[in-house]
């Protein structure tokens, strides 16, 4: 199997090659702790056993420079008001989940993606996008962990809900390598009160603590995880992890959901790790905001 289409394949399952017992840092030449004060993330192995910071994935990636990368730093007063967009249709109506996982980088949480049962429409969109996966990114502290930032503010995690062109292309994977081909949902969450729909996942998380670890999610429906509001930015970019293909069209909600500071610490006590290995944190696994080169970010709403 190829490099790109094991990426594309790995990408499909969450992965972003975080592997065990190669965490050096490259900026500090020390094993990875989540410390590295001049790229502030994680590491990832992506060729060969040789660890990258995410400033550096550009010399196993090219594309890593190239003129759409995710995620973005969103401007609002720059967004332009497209009154062409449609509203954003969420079709979550069946639940079709499936598994919950510690894929090494994130939790995620899969979907029968058979049909348009779980799907999303309108928006910038021609044809419905079904759900793939969802699964999240989150910091050490409150003051980062998202990887898209709003006037320059991060949040303290967002939701990626991650789907694909069915009906233009017959395979996720192919999908993730054509340019039009994925559709990913960006949801802010911030620390307020409890969000009572977070905790049959959260409550869920002890059961993946490890890497590759899984475990059966079934009948839970991600609609209860999105705001009143789906006002939305939108722009074409990228995947954020390796092999960064630019693929996406983001739809970035405006406004974020509320999640309990305790909820958001089971996201912490998740690890890099498996069960074998040296622990290791997992947080802060975000990639920062990249250039715009140019590229028109769009409001659904006025502002």
Sequence with gaps: MGRLTGALNAFSLGSVFVHANVYTCTHLGTPYQGNCNLCRERVAQVTGGTTLCPSEWHKAYPIAQGNRQSPIDIDSARAVYDPSLQPLVISYESCTSLSISNTGHSVMVEFEDTDDRTAISGGPFQNPFRLKQFHFHWGTTHSQGSEHTIDGKPFPCELHLVHWNARKYATFGEAAA??????????????????????????????????????????????????????????????????????????????????????????????????????????????????????????????
């Design 178 to 303: 054509a340019p039009d081909g994925l559709a990913v949902v960006g949801v802010f969450l911030e620390i307020g009160k409890e969000h009572a729909s977070m905790n049959r996942l959260t409550d869920a998380l002890y059961m993946v603590k490890f890497k590759g670890t899984k475990a059966q999610f079934r009948g839970f429906n991600p609609k209860c995880l999105l705001p009143s509001s789906l006002d939305y930015w939108t722009y074409l970019g990228s995947l954020t992890t390796p092999p960064l293909n630019e693929s996406v069209t983001w739809i970035v909600l405006k406004e974020p959901i509320r999640i309990s500071m305790k909820q958001l610490e089971k996201f912490r006590m998740l690890l890099f790790t498996s069960e074998e290995d040296q622990r290791i944190q997992m947080a802060n696994n975000f990639r920062p905001p990249q250039p715009l080169k140019g590229r028109i970010v769009r409001a659904s709403f006025k502002a």
